[in-house]
């Protein structure tokens, strides 16, 4: 049974930082490109970054309004993805969702439509 488990949303300070984890269970977890959407009320979920594993290294996509503010990363051993976010902006408030997908040639990961399992998603609000 594919399980992801978000956790490490919540409430922070426009600038400050959070750090979300995705905890993955019931597949191979190094076979498959793992992501990160967010959502708000109202609007589609959006692409925020992507990364997969080639064997010897990873490679991660980014949309460009959190380039240079959110790393994404993946711990194989433990079946674990982040994302740190840094310079929180209010316009990133959202509910965040990881993702899984196997890695074919023929899937955009920064398309939902890629992802064959989603986490619950975790709320993440920066205000005053």
């Known amino acids: 049974q594919v399980q992801l488990v978000e956790s490490g949303g919540g409430l922070v300070q426009p600038g400050g930082s959070l750090r979300l984890s995705c905890a993955a269970s019931?597949?191979?977890?190094?076979?498959?490109?793992m992501g990160w959407f967010r959502q708000t009320p109202g609007k589609e979920r959006e692409f925020v970054a992507a990364i997969t594993w080639t064997g010897s290294g990873s490679v991660t996509f980014y949309t460009d309004s959190v380039k240079g503010r959110f790393t994404i990363s993946r711990d194989n051993a433990n079946n674990t993805m982040y994302v740190q976010m840094n310079t929180l902006k209010a316009e990133d408030t959202a509910v965040y969702y990881c993702?899984?997908?196997?890695?074919?040639?023929?899937?955009?990961?920064?398309?939902?439509?890629?992802?064959?399992?989603w986490g619950q998603g975790t709320q993440v609000t920066v205000t005053v």
């Open positions: 019931g597949f191979v977890f190094s076979n498959y490109v």
């Open positions: 993702a899984a997908a196997p890695r074919l040639s023929s899937r955009i990961y920064t398309q939902q439509g890629a992802y064959d399992y």
